[in-house]
């Protein structure tokens, strides 16, 4: 798995805009994949998460109703859209990929994730 994100750049406040995270490899489809953020200063954290058919999906509270995240495995690709973007939305935003089955507040941890993005800049203007 090799995951390349793409898709950030500089909106105002209320804007639009959509992240892919496209996988060079073969095997995308047999993982589960999240998005984080790292907002400046603080801490990465979870932002929602497709599980390998994308039938199910888990958000957290700050994307609920905003973001909406997809996949296409044939394109080996996943997608965040995001819309009503707000200043504190302002972070770096990464894919990420496991091999495990995710629930609950496991998405949020970390540790499970074997692999990751470079990263995307999304910056928000008010």
């Known amino acids: 798995v090799q995951l390349q994100a793409s898709g950030g750049g500089l909106v105002q406040a209320g804007g639009s805009l959509r992240l892919s995270c496209a996988d060079s490899g073969r095997t995308f489809g047999s993982y589960t994949m999240a998005w984080f953020r790292q907002p400046p200063g603080k801490e990465r954290e979870f932002v929602v998460g497709?599980?390998?058919?994308?039938?199910?999906?888990y958000y957290a509270d700050s994307a609920k109703g905003r973001f909406t995240i997809s996949r296409d495995n044939a394109k080996n690709t996943l997608y965040l859209q995001m819309n009503s973007l707000k200043p504190e939305d302002t972070a770096v935003y990464y894919c990420?990929?496991?091999?495990?089955?995710?629930?609950?507040?496991?998405?949020?941890?970390?540790?499970?994730?074997?692999?990751w993005g470079q990263g995307t800049q999304v910056t928000v203007s008010s």
């Open positions: 497709i599980n390998r058919s994308g039938s199910t999906t």
């Open positions: 990420a990929a496991t091999d495990h089955i995710m629930s609950g507040s496991a998405w949020y941890n970390e540790a499970p994730y074997d692999y």
